[in-house]
T-cell receptor
Framework: GNSVTQMEGPVTLSEEAFLTINCTYT??????LFWYVQYPGEGLQLLLK???ADDKGSNKGFEATYRKETTSFHLEKGSVQVSDSAVYFC?????????????WGLGTSLAVNP | GAGVSQTPSNKVTEKGKYVELRCDPI?????LYWYRQSLGQGPEFLIY????????DSGLPNDRFFAVRPEGSVSTLKIQRTERGDSAVYLC????????????FGPGTRLTVL
């Protein structure tokens, strides 16, 4: 079945450090891939997405590239800010069926210190 | 415009009681999803509606869980004979259509079963 594996946290960085959160997936078809973010006390928000191989999703300085050959969708940001402290979830949606339900990773907690 | 809303935001109940959780999706969104998120975990799919019908309820853990969407808008998740293991945050999401990739999440209902 479909699954998502993302690196365990917590991740603690200093402001302006480079961020990578690894995400790999297993899917029978060609899923869409997502990163969602959950800020403290708030609901899940879509951060970025990519719907086909080699697509790059980007938003708020974050980027992730859909790599079919390595079945990966790693999240990166060149210079993190304190306001980026949140939990980040990688997820996939199988486009093959009629159900676009999301399959999720466990989440990676990021803390950015000033 | 208004996002997905969920009520109540918190619900504390006793073991064996019946609870209803409500989701009000974004106006015009035909697809509606329920997920459950336990502490430290990613969300897990429960049920998906396209319009008024439950297109996929394969994620409901057992027959104590039931959901309806009688007019194709508001949905109610119903849990009978609650158990302590049902304690979690119940998330609702909606998307514009069956084919739409992006799901928009509500803030969730935190259910605590004592």
């Amino acid at each position: 079945g479909n699954s998502v594996t993302q690196m365990e946290g917590p991740v603690t960085l200093s402001e302006e450090a480079f961020l990578t959160i690894n995400c790999t997936y297993t899917a029978t078809g060609y899923p869409s891939l997502f990163w969602y973010v959950q800020y403290p006390g708030e609901g899940l928000q879509l951060l970025l997405k990519a719907t086909k191989a080699d697509d790059k999703g980007s938003n708020k300085g974050f980027e992730a590239t859909y790599r079919k050959e390595t079945t990966s969708f790693h999240l990166e940001k060149g210079s993190v800010q304190v306001s980026d402290s949140a939990v980040y979830f990688c997820a996939l949606s199988d486009k093959a069926g009629n159900n676009r339900k999301l399959i999720w990773g466990l989440g990676t907690s990021l803390a950015v210190n000033p | 415009g208004a996002g997905v809303s969920q009520t109540p935001s918190n619900k504390v109940t006793e073991k064996g009681k019946y609870v209803e959780l409500r989701c009000d999706p974004i106006s015009g969104h035909t697809a509606l999803y329920w997920y459950r998120q336990s502490l430290g975990q990613g969300p897990e799919f429960l049920i998906y509606f396209q319009g008024t019908g439950a297109a996929d309820d394969s994620g409901l853990p057992n027959d104590r869980f039931f959901a309806v969407r009688p007019e194709g808008s508001v949905s109610t998740l119903k849990i009978q004979r609650t158990e302590r293991g049902d304690s979690a945050v119940y998330l609702c999401a909606s998307s514009l259509s069956l084919q739409a990739d992006t799901q928009y999440f509500g803030p969730g209902t935190r259910l605590t079963v004592l």
